[in-house]
């Protein structure tokens, strides 16, 4: 049971260049999310998606587009690269919420410098 | 919106002694959750607790506690006789909204020297 995995774990972008992000989990968790996290100011939610086949956005998703084809797989694409888009990517999933939200684990990070 | 504040951005403490971490939350919710991760140097997330806004009991597991104040919109965590390997960025984090994504605090990084 490896929980959540992030690929790559390290990337280095020139800006304009794209990139995807793939986070898989081995858990069957509806929910899957992408957090940025840059110093000083803690994790942003990027957009997160509650089944498959299904995304919305979070409070910093331009730039960033998403897809949700397998319900184990939630990848993370950049388009054109910003110097911005410089920081630490987290995926996270989490059971279904009926009643009362779950904890939500999250897959070790990915570091991206864009330059 | 949901809010989460911590104002402690960095604590330095000496081990063996206790250590206090604010949260101090905002929600329009009347039901709520609230929970609290640790990330250690290694940069993964580690979830430490969650609790329901119904129970204002203390909660206590080891050398943590944590105490949830809903008059004060406060849910502090106390680490006991604090160790080196406690050192780590906490972050207090509640749902946007029911049970959709968390919002987190910026964090507050806790250094332990031995």
């Known amino acids: 049971n490896a929980g959540v995995t992030q690929t790559p774990k390290f990337r280095v972008l020139k800006t304009g260049q794209s990139m995807t992000l793939l986070c898989a989990q081995d858990?069957?968790?509806?929910?899957m999310y992408w957090y940025r996290q840059d110093p000083g100011m803690g994790l942003r939610l990027i957009h997160y998606?509650?089944?498959?086949?299904?995304?919305a956005k979070g409070e910093v998703p331009d730039g960033y587009n998403v897809s949700r084809l397998k319900k184990q797989n939630f990848l993370l694409g950049l388009e054109s690269a910003a110097p911005s888009q410089t920081s630490v990517y987290f995926c996270?999933?989490?059971?279904?919420?009926?009643?009362?939200?779950?904890?939500?684990?999250f897959g070790p990070g990915t570091r991206l410098t864009v330059t | 919106a949901q809010k989460v504040t911590q104002a402690q951005t960095e604590i330095s403490v000496v081990e063996k002694e206790d250590v206090t971490l604010d949260c101090v939350y905002e929600t329009r919710d009347t039901t709520y959750y609230l929970f609290w991760y640790k990330q250690p140097p290694s940069g993964e997330l580690v979830f430490l607790i969650r609790r329901n806004s119904f129970d204002e009991q203390n909660e206590i597991s080891g050398r943590y506690s944590w105490n949830f104040q809903k008059s004060t919109s406060s849910f502090n965590f106390t680490i006991t006789a604090s160790q080196v390997v406690d050192s780590a960025v906490y972050f207090c984090?509640?749902?946007?909204?029911?049970?959709?994504?968390?919002?987190f605090g910026k964090g507050t990084r806790l250094s332990v020297i031995a």
């Open positions: 996270a999933s989490s059971t279904r919420a009926y009643l009362a939200p779950y904890e939500q684990y």
């Open positions: 984090a509640l749902p946007n909204s029911g049970n959709t994504p968390l919002v």
């Open positions: 858990m069957n968790h509806e929910y």
């Open positions: 998606s509650v089944g498959e086949g299904t995304t």
